[in-house]
């Protein structure tokens, strides 16, 4: 039995579990579930599928569609951690986008949205996007 096969059957019972979330961790969780729900809102009308991450456990890409991530944050809130999950068969990489490109193109509408309301756009106090990353 391999550790993938471990995981569905149960895992290691000596393993302790993992440590609560902090209240920041907790809020950052919270934050990305409420970013989740607009980018499938905005995303999956056009044919998107979900999101692709990187693992730096395996170097590989992951397709997780809109659900599945949900659920994963979920289970992220709730037990500190998340479970392995079955990936998609023969996912098109053309069918899901980064975190980042999601966040992009959610920022792209708002403004967008907030250029077309009368009196749109005007003024120096404009920042960026709520989804732009401070980096």
Same mark, same amino acid.
């Given at each position: ?11 290691? *019972? ?23 729900? =607009? ?12 999101? =692709? =991450? *990187?693992?730096?456990?395996? *170097? ?22 998340? $479970? ?12 899901? =986008? ?30 960026? $996007? ?6």
């Amino acid at each position: 039995m391999t550790s993938w096969d471990d995981t569905f059957a149960g895992g290691d *019972d000596d393993a302790s579990p993992p440590p609560p979330l902090s209240p920041e961790e907790r809020a950052g969780v919270l934050d990305d579930l409420a970013d989740l729900e =607009v980018f499938r809102t905005l995303l999956e009308p056009t044919g998107v599928k979900g999101i =692709v =991450v *990187d693992c730096p456990d395996c *170097d590989e890409e992951h397709h997780v569609d809109w659900a599945l991530m949900q659920a994963n944050l979920r289970q992220l809130l709730d037990e500190g951690q998340t $479970g392995r999950h079955e990936p998609p068969f023969d996912p098109d990489p053309d069918d899901y =986008v980064s975190w980042d490109y999601a966040s992009g193109y959610a920022d792209g509408v708002a403004a967008r949205a907030e250029a077309d309301e009368p009196g749109g756009g005007q003024g120096e106090g404009r920042t960026a $996007g709520r989804h732009a990353r401070e980096d």
